[in-house]
């Protein structure tokens, strides 16, 4: 079992910058490919970007590219989420998940843990 929880949200203007972190506990999660999506207000849960358990291999979303950045550090249990140049269409509920693999996945379906999710908000 792995705990997952997500840390790094909070308000912030448009142009700004965010790290969101996702601390894993219960379990090691250097095995485990990783994952983050976000639910904004009224729409579907979405893929942002998914990162392999070695960290080798990454994947964004198109809307993600250029401006968000997956990474872990295996030694801390922790994978990150860099998010410059925010905007408020950014605004939504930022989750970090887990699969019990090492490979990536780009699809909710393929997670089997999931943090409670950190809030972004961005202001205009």
């Known amino acids: 079992q792995v705990q997952l929880v997500e840390s790094g949200g909070g308000l912030v203007q448009a142009g700004g910058s965010l790290r969101l972190s996702c601390a894993a506990s219960?379990?090691?999660?250097?095995?485990?490919?990783m994952g983050w999506f976000r639910q904004a207000p009224g729409k579907a849960r979405e893929f942002v970007a998914t990162?392999?358990?070695?960290?080798?291999?990454?994947v964004y979303a198109d809307s993600a590219k250029g401006r968000f950045t997956i990474s872990r550090d295996n030694a801390l249990n922790t994978v990150y989420l860099q998010i410059n140049s925010l905007e408020p269409a950014y605004t939504a509920v930022y989750s970090c998940?887990?699969?019990?693999?090492?490979?990536?996945?780009?699809?909710?379906?393929?997670?089997?843990?999931w943090g409670q999710g950190t809030q972004v908000t961005v202001s205009s």
């Open positions: 990162i392999s358990a070695s960290g080798r291999s990454t």
């Open positions: 998940a887990a699969r019990g693999g090492p490979s990536y996945r780009t699809s909710d379906s393929g997670y089997d843990y």
């Open positions: 219960g379990r090691s999660n250097s095995g485990y490919g």
